[in-house]
């Protein structure tokens, strides 16, 4: 099923993403659909505030079907074209829709989809984005050439990316893992998880007895 998804007003790592910014500039997410979402720049699960099943869902299936039925069931998955690759190349968000749509809503598990869009007037001659480690391009611009600048045919693209994710689960502001319990800090309430909580109020001791040293 697609869904939408809890966000974080700031992201988790604020580091990241002025680094990120400053080569892509604003970050400001923005809701297109049901679970679909649009943003500058990539890592999008950063603002997501629930539990990140996975960035790779179908990769981690094939994993699992290749523990449990070998590596051919876990290669004809992953090249059955009808899957929805978990990141691609696309014209538009309705044109994913219209061709993944389907499956993803049929899905017992819970997606959601990040798309990025590129124009080409922002390509700079020198290099700029390219199709290579982007995932499949299901579009109908054929592009002839590997740097968008150079297709001036072509205005624009969008990458998109699935992420399996489980909106009942909160999430831990360190680890991103799932989140069991709720803390009060100087800085405010966190959501944090066991092994975190742990980690944390060892480095609370420790501070402690710097203290009274
Ligand atoms: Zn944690």
Redesign the pocket.
């Known amino acids: 099923m697609i869904v939408d998804v809890p966000l974080r007003a700031k992201p988790l790592d604020p580091h990241l993403q002025e680094v990120l910014g400053e080569i892509y500039g604003s970050h400001e997410v923005q809701r297109l659909r049901k679970g679909f979402y649009i943003k500058r720049g990539w890592a999008f699960d950063d603002y997501i505030d629930c539990v990140v099943i996975s960035e790779w869902p179908s990769q981690d299936v094939a994993e699992d079907m290749k523990k449990e039925f070998g590596l051919e069931k876990a290669l004809n998955y992953l090249c059955d074209e009808n899957r929805a690759p978990d990141y691609g190349v696309c014209d538009s968000p309705e044109q994913f829709y219209r061709k993944y749509g389907k499956q993803l809503v049929n899905d017992v598990r819970q997606y959601c989809v990040c798309f990025c869009e590129i124009r080409r007037e922002d390509q700079s001659e020198w290099g700029g984005w390219r199709y290579h480690k982007w995932g499949p391009y299901i579009g109908t611009q054929k592009p002839q050439h590997e740097y968008l600048y150079d297709d001036k045919h072509i205005e624009k693209v969008y990458t998109w990316h699935i992420y399996q994710v489980d909106i009942n689960k909160e999430r831990?502001?360190?680890?991103?893992?799932e989140?069991r319990h709720e803390r009060e800090f100087a800085e405010g309430t966190f959501k944090?998880?066991?092994?975190?909580?742990y980690f944390f109020t060892q480095q609370l001791r420790k501070e402690k007895r710097k203290k009274v040293k």
């Open positions: 831990c502001v360190r680890c991103k893992k989140a944090i998880c066991t092994d975190c909580l």
